[in-house]
């Protein structure tokens, strides 16, 4: 039986709900990354990998504040520099 702190430290935080017209769904920073070039309609984004993690910008994401999990408050701003810097 798994204890309470391998969950967490193993967990990927939910951060939003992907929004691509009839298929919507929750998602993970990794799935983020790996769904930003990938559009239904366009086939790509019209967006950039920062503007989602930027809560100023109205991007396909709708952003939780905390994961709804674990309960963890998300450091939106922690991991937009994280991907400025690459």
């Known amino acids: 039986m798994e204890t309470e702190n391998n969950i ?7 951060l939003g709900i992907w929004i691509d ?19 239904a309609r366009y086939g ?3 967006y950039k ?4 993690f930027d809560k100023r910008k109205s991007v396909n994401l709708r952003r939780f504040e905390y ?3 674990c309960g963890k408050r998300i450091d939106w701003e922690g991991i937009k520099r994280e991907y400025k810097e690459e």
């Open 8 to 14: 967490k430290k193993d967990h990927n935080c939910l």
């Open 21 to 39: 017209f009839d298929n919507s769904f929750l998602i993970t920073q990794k799935g983020i990354v790996d769904c930003v070039g990938t559009d």
């Open 44 to 46: 790509y984004t019209r």
């Open 49 to 52: 990998l920062p503007d989602y």
């Open 67 to 69: 994961c709804p999990d």
